[in-house]
């Protein structure tokens, strides 16, 4: 396993320099709401019916025409998602046009459609990176969580696939009361595979599904216990070695790391957002509602496909510089190890003003719950 991905330094200077100067370098296209799984937890995904009841999904011109609109703008980066992005009718048509334009692509994917022939035209067509979630370490964990009972043998094989072709490949991993007995399996098989690996087992809520859906998540742990289960992703990430030593030298061990190169924090002055989104980076939904990340809920967003890109973009970044996080978090002596987003807020409570309460008692939680672990490891070692 490779604990984190490295960043390019030309990389870094780019989004810097994009940030101050209101740039949109980074895109999202959400292609389609569908997918060919179920899982529980999930913000987006629709049924076919489902998604034709709301609206049409957009066709290939309209997404290459954006492309193009974007380009112009500044976009340089582009991360395709769903959904399950393979089950895009014009998928083929729209990474070939994209990839004309110049963009660096990168794919996020189930990874349970990928075959032998879909390597050999994404071959051609070059993405950067494939972004595979993994749900478990078994075919078991997948029937349970996400409906699918052959899952993991299919995401397995397809990783196999991108890895001989000779593609990136990076693994997410949602950690959830559901798929948690596979915590270390997980671990184990991106060591074994040497592939790196984001986990996370805060859960936001699901307000883009249902807006009513402010500060809550029926499928995630509580904030307790997602603070014990951080601090073993902290282990697992590091090693277990490493983070005792750093429990017991009382280092600072954050909630959220910047190993997620797509929404690290950059650092301003002010209480204002300070990641990127809606700053130098933009998600586009499947109906074309332009929002500064994919989990801002979509309720009066610009549809950028009855508008021009360049007017839609600059009025999400006016409106993303006036926001103001809550003023107690400024204050916060646990502001560095939270790090709350502007997306938790306005998800947990429903205004930017508020406080994200479960977040909040996450960070509360996580100094115990890091001493706790640190007594679990130094006991089974010495027994």
């Known amino acids: 396993m490779i604990d984190r991905g490295v960043i390019p330094p030309i990389t870094t200077y780019l989004f810097e320099k994009a940030f101050r100067a209101g740039t949109p370098l980074s895109g999202t296209f959400e292609l389609t709401p569908c997918c060919n799984m179920a899982c529980k937890m999930c ?47 014009e998928i083929k048509g729209v990474l070939f046009g994209l990839q004309k ?23 051609q067509c070059a993405p950067s990176r494939f972004n595979v979630t993994l749900y478990g ?26 890895k001989d072709a000779g593609f990136c490949v990076k693994i997410n991993f949602s950690v959830t009361p559901y798929n948690v007995h596979d915590l270390e399996a997980v671990f184990a098989f991106c060591k074994e595979e040497e592939l790196v690996i984001q986990a ?22 509580s904030a307790e216990e997602a603070a014990y289960y951080m601090a073993r992703i902290m282990a697992l990430t590091h090693g277990e070695e490493e983070f ?71 009025e999400v970044y006016k409106q993303t510089k006036e926001v103001r996080l809550p003023a107690k ?20 409570s429903g205004d930017f003003s508020k406080v994200p309460e479960y977040r909040c008692e996450m960070s509360k939680n996580y100094s115990a719950a890091c001493m706790q672990l640190r007594d679990e490891i130094k006991n089974r070692k010495e027994n």
Request: glycine fraction near 8%; hydrophobic fraction near 35%.
């Open 43 to 89: 913000y987006v995904r629709k049924t076919k019916e489902e998604q034709e009841a709301i609206g049409r999904i957009r066709t290939k011109e309209e997404w290459l025409r954006l492309g193009e609109e974007a380009k112009r703008a500044g976009m340089l980066y582009l991360l395709i998602t769903g959904g399950e992005p393979f089950l895009y009718p």
């Open 101 to 123: 334009m110049g963009f660096v692509i990168s794919i996020n994917t189930n990874g349970t459609m990928i075959t032998e022939e879909t390597i050999a035209w994404l071959k």
């Open 200 to 221: 996370t087992d805060y859960m936001f809520p699901q307000t883009r599904k249902d807006s009513s859906m402010i500060g809550k998540n029926e499928l995630r742990f």
């Open 244 to 314: 005792v030593n750093w429990v017991d030298a009382k280092k600072s061990l954050a909630l959220s790391e910047e190993m997620n190169d797509d929404c690290p924090t950059v650092e301003t002055e002010g209480d204002g957002m300070r990641c990127r989104a809606g700053r130098c980076s933009f998600w586009i939904t499947w109906e074309g509602k332009i929002l500064p990340c994919g989990m801002f809920p979509s309720e009066g967003a610009e549809n950028v496909f009855d508008t021009d890109f360049l007017l839609a973009w600059k």
């Open 329 to 348: 978090c400024t204050t916060c002596e646990l502001r560095k190890e939270c790090k709350a987003c502007a997306a938790m807020v306005i998800t947990e």
């Open 137 to 162: 370490a078994s075919d078991e964990t997948y029937e349970k969580l996400c409906g699918n009972p052959k899952g993991f043998t299919q995401v397995k094989r397809a990783i196999h696939l991108l």
